[in-house]
């Protein structure tokens, strides 16, 4: 995947017969997702014309060129794109982006190197971290509140993780 770009959404199903999608949004407000002007997937770009929102971080969208659902249902599953460059600034150190998180150390509170974020997942009651193990070559999966993962340095690349006692 190319660093430069930043995902903002999933197209989950097509909606109706006129070529809507639904799309689950990665955007701090859904709506924002119509903001950003032509989104990438693969060599494709797709303009949004309209959208809907119809729950948290779910938005029924209407697609530029995109009539039937037939076309919608060829859509499904495609990860929307926009480049990094086209994002706001961000000016608070607490402030970042999910995928800035991928990819990143986790470190323990005495600085020892614990594992790598492979992935940020949201089912729906907040997000979650899924750390690969470096001692144990696993993957695990924990939700990412301050309690867990009381500071992140996104400069140093790294994340401090607090072990929760139900890990051994």
């Known amino acids: 995947m190319n660093d430069n770009l930043v995902c903002l959404g999933i197209i989950t199903s097509p909606h109706g017969i006129k070529g809507a999608v639904k ?51 060829l859509l499904r599953n495609k990860k929307l794109y926009i480049e990094r460059s086209k994002l706001p600034e961000l000016n608070d150190e607490d402030e970042f982006y999910q995928s800035d998180l991928v990819d990143m150390e986790v470190r323990l509170k005495s600085n020892e190197l614990y594992g790598y974020v492979k992935s940020v997942y949201n089912f729906g009651s907040g997000d979650i971290l899924e750390i690969l193990v470096i001692s ?16 992140i340095n996104i400069k ?13």
Do not use: C, Q, W
């Open 156 to 168: 140093g690349r790294y994340i401090v993780l607090n072990i929760p006692e139900f890990i051994d």
């Open 136 to 151: 144990t070559k696993k993957r695990i999966m924990l939700s990412f509140t301050k309690e867990i993962f009381p500071h």
């Open 23 to 73: 799309v689950k949004t990665f955007t701090e407000k859904p709506e924002n997702i119509s903001l950003y002007g032509k989104l990438i997937s693969g060599d494709e770009n797709y303009k949004i014309d309209s959208v809907s929102v119809i729950g948290d971080n779910l938005v029924i969208a209407t697609i530029s060129g995109v009539n039937s659902r037939n076309e919608a249902e």
